[in-house]
Protein backbone atom coordinates (compact mmCIF):
# COMPACT_ATOMS: atom_id res chain seq x y z
CA UNK A 1 0.00 0.00 0.00
CA UNK A 2 3.05 2.52 1.01
CA UNK A 3 4.58 1.33 -2.26
CA UNK A 4 1.50 2.10 -4.53
CA UNK A 5 1.23 5.45 -3.05
CA UNK A 6 5.01 6.28 -3.15
CA UNK A 7 4.98 5.69 -6.84
CA UNK A 8 1.70 7.69 -6.97
CA UNK A 9 3.23 10.56 -5.60
CA UNK A 10 6.57 10.00 -7.63
CA UNK A 11 4.42 10.25 -10.70
CA UNK A 12 2.51 13.31 -10.38
CA UNK A 13 5.90 14.77 -9.09
CA UNK A 14 7.00 14.21 -12.25
CA UNK A 15 4.30 14.99 -14.07
CA UNK A 16 4.59 18.48 -12.40
CA UNK A 17 8.13 18.96 -13.04
CA UNK A 18 8.60 21.93 -15.53
CA UNK A 19 10.51 21.38 -18.90
CA UNK A 20 10.84 25.14 -20.34
CA UNK A 21 12.16 24.91 -23.67
CA UNK A 22 13.42 27.90 -25.65
CA UNK A 23 12.45 27.81 -29.13
CA UNK A 24 14.34 29.95 -31.95
CA UNK A 25 13.16 30.81 -35.30
CA UNK A 26 15.32 32.80 -38.08
CA UNK A 27 15.05 30.81 -41.06
CA UNK A 28 13.39 34.02 -43.39
CA UNK A 29 12.69 37.54 -42.67
CA UNK A 30 11.22 36.84 -38.84
CA UNK A 31 13.04 36.78 -35.77
CA UNK A 32 11.17 35.21 -32.93
CA UNK A 33 11.63 33.34 -30.11
CA UNK A 34 9.05 31.45 -27.96
CA UNK A 35 9.21 29.96 -24.14
CA UNK A 36 7.09 26.39 -24.14
CA UNK A 37 6.96 25.02 -20.74
CA UNK A 38 6.26 21.03 -21.77
CA UNK A 39 3.75 21.81 -24.41
CA UNK A 40 1.99 25.03 -23.14
CA UNK A 41 2.76 27.94 -25.00
CA UNK A 42 4.14 30.70 -22.08
CA UNK A 43 5.74 33.38 -24.77
CA UNK A 44 5.76 33.96 -28.24
CA UNK A 45 7.72 36.93 -29.67
CA UNK A 46 8.43 38.07 -32.90
CA UNK A 47 10.39 41.02 -34.96
CA UNK A 48 9.15 41.36 -38.61
CA UNK A 49 11.80 42.87 -40.76
CA UNK A 50 9.89 45.89 -42.31
CA UNK A 51 12.96 46.74 -44.26
CA UNK A 52 12.30 44.34 -46.41
CA UNK A 53 8.63 46.13 -47.87
CA UNK A 54 10.59 48.68 -50.15
CA UNK A 55 12.42 46.06 -52.53
CA UNK A 56 8.91 43.92 -52.68
CA UNK A 57 10.59 40.74 -51.66
CA UNK A 58 13.11 39.71 -49.05
CA UNK A 59 16.63 40.29 -48.92
CA UNK A 60 18.71 37.89 -48.35
CA UNK A 61 21.99 40.13 -47.13
CA UNK A 62 19.46 42.61 -45.19
CA UNK A 63 17.61 39.99 -43.06
CA UNK A 64 20.63 38.48 -41.84
CA UNK A 65 22.03 41.62 -40.59
CA UNK A 66 18.52 42.64 -39.55
CA UNK A 67 18.06 39.08 -37.25
CA UNK A 68 21.87 39.68 -35.77
CA UNK A 69 20.34 42.86 -34.32
CA UNK A 70 17.15 41.36 -33.32
CA UNK A 71 18.06 38.22 -31.71
CA UNK A 72 18.63 39.28 -28.38
CA UNK A 73 15.86 41.77 -27.84
CA UNK A 74 13.74 39.03 -28.71
CA UNK A 75 15.02 36.08 -27.09
CA UNK A 76 15.22 38.47 -23.63
CA UNK A 77 12.05 40.01 -24.40
CA UNK A 78 10.63 35.54 -24.40
CA UNK A 79 12.25 34.63 -21.29
CA UNK A 80 10.40 37.95 -19.28
CA UNK A 81 7.24 37.71 -21.08
CA UNK A 82 7.58 33.78 -19.81
CA UNK A 83 8.63 35.11 -16.21
CA UNK A 84 11.68 32.72 -16.21
CA UNK A 85 15.27 33.10 -16.38
CA UNK A 86 17.84 31.60 -18.55
CA UNK A 87 19.59 29.01 -15.65
CA UNK A 88 15.60 27.51 -15.86
CA UNK A 89 15.98 26.44 -19.31
CA UNK A 90 15.74 22.51 -20.07
CA UNK A 91 16.93 22.96 -23.65
CA UNK A 92 16.98 24.79 -26.87
CA UNK A 93 15.79 24.37 -30.52
CA UNK A 94 16.04 26.42 -33.41
CA UNK A 95 15.46 26.32 -36.62
CA UNK A 96 18.28 24.22 -38.60
CA UNK A 97 16.48 24.42 -42.31
CA UNK A 98 15.39 24.79 -44.90
CA UNK A 99 15.45 28.62 -45.19
CA UNK A 100 18.07 31.14 -45.98
CA UNK A 101 21.49 30.56 -45.23
CA UNK A 102 22.70 33.70 -43.46
CA UNK A 103 19.06 33.99 -41.55
CA UNK A 104 19.49 30.20 -40.61
CA UNK A 105 23.12 31.39 -39.56
CA UNK A 106 22.45 33.63 -37.20
CA UNK A 107 20.02 31.54 -35.15
CA UNK A 108 22.50 28.33 -35.29
CA UNK A 109 25.31 30.14 -34.08
CA UNK A 110 23.23 32.12 -31.33
CA UNK A 111 21.53 29.06 -30.15
CA UNK A 112 24.47 26.84 -29.85
CA UNK A 113 26.86 29.56 -27.91
CA UNK A 114 23.71 29.67 -25.30
CA UNK A 115 22.93 25.71 -25.19
CA UNK A 116 26.58 25.68 -24.50
CA UNK A 117 26.88 28.57 -22.11
CA UNK A 118 23.99 27.05 -19.77
CA UNK A 119 25.16 23.42 -20.55
CA UNK A 120 21.73 22.18 -21.48
CA UNK A 121 20.58 19.81 -24.60
CA UNK A 122 20.78 21.58 -28.52
CA UNK A 123 18.08 20.67 -30.84
CA UNK A 124 18.14 21.20 -34.64
CA UNK A 125 14.75 21.74 -35.93
CA UNK A 126 12.73 21.43 -39.57
CA UNK A 127 10.91 24.29 -40.08
CA UNK A 128 8.73 22.37 -42.55
CA UNK A 129 7.89 19.35 -39.71
CA UNK A 130 7.56 22.44 -36.99
CA UNK A 131 4.99 24.20 -39.18
CA UNK A 132 2.45 20.88 -39.01
CA UNK A 133 3.56 20.11 -35.33
CA UNK A 134 2.06 23.34 -34.38
CA UNK A 135 -1.21 21.09 -34.10
CA UNK A 136 0.41 19.69 -30.71
CA UNK A 137 0.41 23.21 -28.71
CA UNK A 138 -1.71 23.64 -25.59
CA UNK A 139 -4.58 21.30 -26.77
CA UNK A 140 -6.28 18.72 -25.01
CA UNK A 141 -6.22 15.25 -26.62
CA UNK A 142 -9.60 15.67 -28.51
CA UNK A 143 -8.68 18.32 -30.63
CA UNK A 144 -4.67 17.25 -32.01
CA UNK A 145 -4.70 15.30 -35.16
CA UNK A 146 -4.57 11.91 -34.56
CA UNK A 147 -1.82 9.58 -36.79
CA UNK A 148 -2.00 9.18 -39.53
CA UNK A 149 -3.01 12.39 -40.97
CA UNK A 150 -2.88 14.26 -44.12
CA UNK A 151 -0.34 17.57 -43.56
CA UNK A 152 -0.59 20.12 -45.76
CA UNK A 153 2.24 22.72 -46.10
CA UNK A 154 1.29 26.15 -47.66
CA UNK A 155 3.87 28.97 -47.49
CA UNK A 156 6.38 31.69 -49.19
CA UNK A 157 8.93 28.74 -50.14
CA UNK A 158 7.48 25.12 -49.59
CA UNK A 159 3.74 23.12 -51.07
CA UNK A 160 3.89 19.98 -49.71
CA UNK A 161 1.28 17.35 -49.22
CA UNK A 162 2.11 14.88 -46.40
CA UNK A 163 1.45 11.89 -44.66
CA UNK A 164 1.98 12.22 -41.03
CA UNK A 165 2.30 9.31 -39.53
CA UNK A 166 4.47 10.43 -36.08
CA UNK A 167 5.89 13.58 -34.67
CA UNK A 168 8.46 12.85 -37.11
CA UNK A 169 7.80 10.57 -39.47
CA UNK A 170 6.68 12.81 -42.37
CA UNK A 171 6.39 11.33 -46.12
CA UNK A 172 5.88 14.43 -48.77
CA UNK A 173 3.82 12.49 -51.46
CA UNK A 174 2.83 15.75 -53.06
CA UNK A 175 5.09 19.42 -53.85
CA UNK A 176 5.54 22.02 -56.35
CA UNK A 177 7.26 21.58 -59.11
CA UNK A 178 7.76 24.96 -59.78
CA UNK A 179 6.74 28.27 -57.44
CA UNK A 180 5.44 27.89 -53.99
CA UNK A 181 2.12 28.97 -53.58
CA UNK A 182 3.11 31.74 -51.20
CA UNK A 183 5.63 33.11 -53.39
CA UNK A 184 2.66 32.88 -56.22
CA UNK A 185 0.36 35.42 -54.11
CA UNK A 186 3.40 37.84 -53.39
CA UNK A 187 4.46 38.05 -56.83
CA UNK A 188 0.76 37.99 -58.82
CA UNK A 189 0.63 40.87 -55.65
CA UNK A 190 3.48 42.87 -56.85
CA UNK A 191 2.33 42.74 -60.36
CA UNK A 192 -0.58 44.78 -58.97
CA UNK A 193 1.03 47.25 -57.45
CA UNK A 194 0.68 46.26 -53.87
CA UNK A 195 2.85 45.41 -50.66
CA UNK A 196 4.97 42.62 -49.63
CA UNK A 197 4.14 40.24 -48.38
CA UNK A 198 0.77 40.57 -51.06
CA UNK A 199 -0.93 37.24 -49.58
CA UNK A 200 -3.04 38.48 -46.39
CA UNK A 201 -3.59 42.10 -49.04
CA UNK A 202 -5.16 39.83 -52.18
CA UNK A 203 -7.42 38.04 -49.72
CA UNK A 204 -8.42 41.27 -47.84
CA UNK A 205 -9.40 43.06 -51.34
CA UNK A 206 -10.89 39.29 -52.92
CA UNK A 207 -13.61 39.36 -50.14
CA UNK A 208 -15.75 42.36 -51.96
CA UNK A 209 -14.66 41.10 -55.63
CA UNK A 210 -15.82 38.37 -58.23
CA UNK A 211 -14.06 35.32 -58.51
CA UNK A 212 -15.54 34.43 -61.42
CA UNK A 213 -14.49 37.98 -63.18
CA UNK A 214 -11.50 36.67 -64.82
CA UNK A 215 -10.27 33.75 -65.29
CA UNK A 216 -6.68 31.35 -65.54
CA UNK A 217 -5.16 28.26 -65.84
CA UNK A 218 -5.19 25.70 -63.66
CA UNK A 219 -2.41 23.03 -64.97
CA UNK A 220 -2.56 19.58 -65.81
CA UNK A 221 0.25 18.15 -63.20
CA UNK A 222 0.48 14.46 -62.31
CA UNK A 223 -0.36 12.80 -59.23
CA UNK A 224 -0.46 15.01 -56.20
CA UNK A 225 2.27 17.70 -57.80
CA UNK A 226 1.24 21.17 -58.34
CA UNK A 227 2.71 23.46 -60.22
CA UNK A 228 2.41 27.63 -59.66
CA UNK A 229 4.70 29.22 -62.38
CA UNK A 230 2.28 28.89 -65.16
CA UNK A 231 -0.89 30.26 -63.56
CA UNK A 232 1.33 33.56 -62.31
CA UNK A 233 3.01 34.02 -65.68
CA UNK A 234 -0.49 33.92 -67.26
CA UNK A 235 -1.86 36.46 -64.69
CA UNK A 236 1.61 39.05 -65.38
CA UNK A 237 0.89 38.94 -68.91
CA UNK A 238 -2.59 39.27 -69.21
CA UNK A 239 -1.72 42.72 -66.57
CA UNK A 240 0.63 43.63 -69.28
CA UNK A 241 -1.83 43.18 -72.10
CA UNK A 242 -4.51 45.04 -69.96
CA UNK A 243 -2.57 48.15 -68.78
CA UNK A 244 -1.62 48.56 -72.59
CA UNK A 245 -5.21 48.82 -73.13
CA UNK A 246 -6.41 51.19 -70.61
CA UNK A 247 -3.63 52.50 -67.77
CA UNK A 248 -6.16 52.41 -65.14
CA UNK A 249 -7.30 48.88 -65.14
CA UNK A 250 -5.54 47.18 -62.13
CA UNK A 251 -7.54 50.04 -60.65
CA UNK A 252 -10.45 49.73 -61.84
CA UNK A 253 -10.40 46.02 -61.18
CA UNK A 254 -8.22 45.34 -58.42
CA UNK A 255 -11.46 43.76 -55.95
CA UNK A 256 -11.80 41.46 -59.19
CA UNK A 257 -8.26 40.76 -59.89
CA UNK A 258 -7.29 39.40 -56.13
CA UNK A 259 -10.65 37.46 -56.31
CA UNK A 260 -9.78 35.80 -59.41
CA UNK A 261 -6.33 34.85 -59.04
CA UNK A 262 -6.70 34.04 -54.98
CA UNK A 263 -9.30 31.87 -56.41
CA UNK A 264 -7.08 29.91 -59.39
CA UNK A 265 -3.95 29.65 -56.56
CA UNK A 266 -6.27 27.88 -53.82
CA UNK A 267 -8.24 25.63 -56.89
CA UNK A 268 -4.48 24.29 -57.84
CA UNK A 269 -3.82 22.97 -53.80
CA UNK A 270 -7.57 22.22 -52.98
CA UNK A 271 -7.94 19.90 -55.98
CA UNK A 272 -4.78 18.26 -54.74
CA UNK A 273 -6.30 17.78 -51.34
CA UNK A 274 -9.46 16.62 -52.13
CA UNK A 275 -7.27 13.55 -54.55
CA UNK A 276 -4.81 12.37 -51.55
CA UNK A 277 -7.64 12.19 -48.96
CA UNK A 278 -9.27 9.83 -51.78
CA UNK A 279 -5.79 7.91 -52.71
CA UNK A 280 -4.98 7.38 -49.17
CA UNK A 281 -8.11 6.81 -47.21
CA UNK A 282 -7.14 9.23 -44.58
CA UNK A 283 -9.44 11.98 -44.25
CA UNK A 284 -7.77 14.24 -41.22
CA UNK A 285 -6.38 16.93 -42.65
CA UNK A 286 -4.21 19.34 -40.61
CA UNK A 287 -2.85 23.04 -42.87
CA UNK A 288 0.32 24.75 -41.74
CA UNK A 289 2.78 27.44 -42.85
CA UNK A 290 1.72 31.12 -44.10
CA UNK A 291 -1.26 30.28 -46.61
CA UNK A 292 -3.42 29.00 -43.86
CA UNK A 293 -4.41 31.69 -43.17
CA UNK A 294 -6.09 32.22 -46.44
CA UNK A 295 -9.79 32.53 -45.68
CA UNK A 296 -10.39 30.88 -49.22
CA UNK A 297 -8.49 28.04 -47.91
CA UNK A 298 -9.99 27.79 -44.69
CA UNK A 299 -13.51 28.03 -46.01
CA UNK A 300 -12.90 24.90 -48.81
CA UNK A 301 -11.94 22.55 -45.58
CA UNK A 302 -15.02 23.95 -43.37
CA UNK A 303 -16.96 22.72 -45.92
CA UNK A 304 -15.20 19.80 -46.30
CA UNK A 305 -15.62 18.91 -42.84
CA UNK A 306 -19.53 19.92 -42.87
CA UNK A 307 -20.55 18.03 -46.11
CA UNK A 308 -17.89 15.09 -46.43
CA UNK A 309 -17.21 14.53 -42.48
CA UNK A 310 -13.04 15.46 -43.18
CA UNK A 311 -11.59 15.95 -39.78
CA UNK A 312 -10.00 19.22 -40.27
CA UNK A 313 -7.18 21.10 -38.14
CA UNK A 314 -6.38 24.65 -38.88
CA UNK A 315 -3.70 26.87 -36.73
CA UNK A 316 -4.73 29.75 -35.17
CA UNK A 317 -3.75 32.90 -37.05
CA UNK A 318 -0.48 33.65 -34.51
CA UNK A 319 0.58 30.05 -35.92
CA UNK A 320 -0.05 29.95 -39.25
CA UNK A 321 3.22 32.27 -40.40
CA UNK A 322 6.69 31.58 -39.31
CA UNK A 323 6.72 31.78 -35.39
CA UNK A 324 8.78 30.48 -32.68
CA UNK A 325 5.91 28.69 -31.10
CA UNK A 326 5.95 25.63 -33.78
CA UNK A 327 10.09 25.34 -33.36
CA UNK A 328 9.43 24.88 -29.27
CA UNK A 329 6.90 22.52 -29.95
CA UNK A 330 8.94 20.14 -31.93
CA UNK A 331 11.98 20.93 -29.52
CA UNK A 332 9.60 19.41 -26.37
CA UNK A 333 8.91 16.14 -28.96
CA UNK A 334 12.52 15.59 -29.73
CA UNK A 335 13.57 16.56 -26.32
CA UNK A 336 10.97 13.80 -24.57
CA UNK A 337 12.51 11.25 -27.15
CA UNK A 338 16.01 12.88 -26.49
CA UNK A 339 16.72 13.50 -29.63
CA UNK A 340 19.40 16.07 -29.11
CA UNK A 341 22.10 17.89 -31.49
CA UNK A 342 25.47 17.84 -32.11
CA UNK A 343 27.32 20.79 -30.87
CA UNK A 344 29.11 20.58 -34.59
CA UNK A 345 25.66 20.64 -36.36
CA UNK A 346 25.45 22.88 -38.89
CA UNK A 347 22.64 25.69 -40.66
CA UNK A 348 21.19 23.29 -43.75
CA UNK A 349 19.57 26.07 -46.15
CA UNK A 350 17.81 22.51 -48.00
CA UNK A 351 17.34 20.54 -45.02
CA UNK A 352 14.65 17.63 -46.21
CA UNK A 353 12.45 15.52 -43.46
O1 LIG B 1 5.12 30.30 -43.49
P1 LIG B 1 5.50 31.67 -43.86
O2 LIG B 1 5.37 32.76 -42.80
O3 LIG B 1 6.98 31.75 -44.37
C1 LIG B 1 7.58 30.72 -45.08
O4 LIG B 1 7.98 29.70 -44.44
O5 LIG B 1 7.66 30.87 -46.32
O6 LIG B 1 4.62 32.06 -45.15
C2 LIG B 1 4.66 33.34 -45.71
C3 LIG B 1 3.73 33.37 -46.90
C4 LIG B 1 3.86 34.63 -47.75
O7 LIG B 1 4.03 34.26 -49.09
C5 LIG B 1 2.51 35.35 -47.52
O8 LIG B 1 2.10 36.13 -48.63
C6 LIG B 1 1.60 34.17 -47.29
O9 LIG B 1 2.37 33.28 -46.49
N1 LIG B 1 0.34 34.53 -46.60
C7 LIG B 1 -0.88 34.45 -47.19
C8 LIG B 1 -1.82 34.91 -46.22
N2 LIG B 1 -1.13 35.22 -45.08
C9 LIG B 1 0.19 34.99 -45.35
N3 LIG B 1 -1.25 34.05 -48.41
C10 LIG B 1 -2.56 34.08 -48.72
N4 LIG B 1 -3.52 34.51 -47.85
C11 LIG B 1 -3.20 34.92 -46.61
N5 LIG B 1 -4.15 35.34 -45.76
ZN1 LIG C 1 7.43 28.95 -42.71
Known sequence: MLIVYFCQVTISFMKQKPCYILGIESSCDDTAAAILN????????????????????????????????????VVDQALKKANITQNQLSAIAYTQGPGLLGSLLVGNSFAKSMAMGLNIPLIGVNHMQAHILVHFINEKKSLIPGFPFIGVN????????????????MEIIGTTIDDAIGEAFDKCGKKMGLDYPSGPIIDKLSKTGNPKKFLFPV???????????????????????????NSKFINENINDLCSSIQSTLIKIITQKIEMAVQKTGINCVAIGGGVSANSKIRDFLNEKRKISGWKIHI??????????????????????NKNFSDFSSVANSRMSF
Open 38 to 73: HNKVLSNCISNQKIHMQYGGVVPELASRAHQLNIIP
Open 154 to 169: VSGGHTQILIVRNYFD
Open 315 to 336: PSIEYTTDNAAMIGIAGYYNWK
Open 219 to 245: PKVKGLDVSYSGCKTAFVNFIEKEKYK
